[in-house]
């Protein structure tokens, strides 16, 4: 750890306001995922195909320049005018400083995952109204008793959600049941 880095100590306050910016924190990702160091190209087209929602291989030139941009002239050296990263303009080399653990919580943990929560949460929503409705009209076997058994299945069917959802967002969560989050 550098002098300058044990002089100057994040606060809360700096930590929100240097993660506030979605490509300051994408920056922090990528080089998290690269083992914490990097050079400039890669990283202004990892970041541009996140913001544009497609594949690295498809950014356009346009899309390039305006994270190149901005990252060489904004973020790059606001990060390291923290203490986040070791950043070399003329190099163009990255390097993330500091423990990780720092500003983990300011971090969107898992950019660019595949598994679509609210689609989840909008099927149990549906199928919970459509079986209370069936019940609530009495329509075939089920009657409007069985109404408050169909609110509380659905009650535990998003709380299921809800918490493997939440296991999944913390990969070193220790399970009381022994069960690894991934």
Same mark, same amino acid.
């Given at each position: 750890?550098?002098? =300058?880095?044990?002089?100057?100590?994040?606060?809360?306050?700096?930590?929100?306001?240097?993660?506030?910016? #979605?490509?300051?924190?994408?920056?922090?990702?990528?080089?998290?995922?690269? $083992? $914490?160091?990097?050079?400039?190209?890669?990283? *202004?087209?990892?970041?541009?195909?996140?913001?544009?929602?497609?594949?690295?291989?498809?950014?356009?030139?346009?899309?390039?320049?305006?994270? !190149? @941009?901005?990252? !060489?002239?904004?973020?790059? &050296?606001?990060?390291?005018?923290?203490? @986040?990263?070791?950043?070399?303009?003329?190099?163009?080399? @990255?390097?993330?400083? &500091?423990?990780?653990?720092?500003?983990? &919580? !300011?971090?969107?943990?898992?950019?660019?995952?595949?598994?679509?929560?609210?689609?989840? !949460? /909008?099927? /149990?929503?549906?199928?919970? /109204? *459509?079986?209370? /409705? *069936?019940?609530?009209?009495?329509? $075939?076997?089920?009657?409007?008793?069985? #109404? &408050?058994?169909? #609110?509380?299945? *659905?009650?535990? @069917?998003?709380?299921?959600?809800?918490? #493997?959802? =939440?296991?999944?967002?913390?990969?070193?969560?220790?399970?009381?049941?022994?069960?690894? $989050?991934?």
């Amino acid at each position: 750890m550098s002098e =300058h880095e044990r002089e100057h100590e994040l606060t809360q306050a700096e930590l929100f306001d240097v993660f506030s910016n #979605a490509r300051r924190r994408r920056t922090v990702q990528y080089l998290k995922r690269q $083992g $914490g160091s990097c050079d400039l190209a890669p990283l *202004v087209e990892q970041v541009a195909a996140w913001e544009n929602d497609t594949d690295p291989d498809d950014v356009t030139r346009t899309q390039r320049r305006r994270v !190149y @941009i901005s990252l !060489y002239q904004t973020h790059l &050296p606001m990060l390291e005018d923290h203490g @986040i990263v070791d950043w070399d303009p003329d190099g163009h080399k @990255i390097d993330l400083l &500091p423990d990780e653990e720092v500003f983990e &919580p !300011y971090l969107d943990r898992h950019h660019g995952s595949s598994r679509a929560w609210h689609r989840w !949460y /909008a099927a /149990a929503a549906t199928l919970g /109204a *459509v079986a209370f /409705a *069936v019940a609530a009209l009495s329509l $075939g076997p089920v009657t409007t008793a069985a #109404a &408050p058994a169909v #609110a509380l299945g *659905v009650c535990g @069917i998003i709380l299921a959600l809800s918490i #493997a959802q =939440h296991v999944s967002r913390r990969p070193n969560l220790d399970s009381p049941l022994g069960l690894a $989050g991934r």
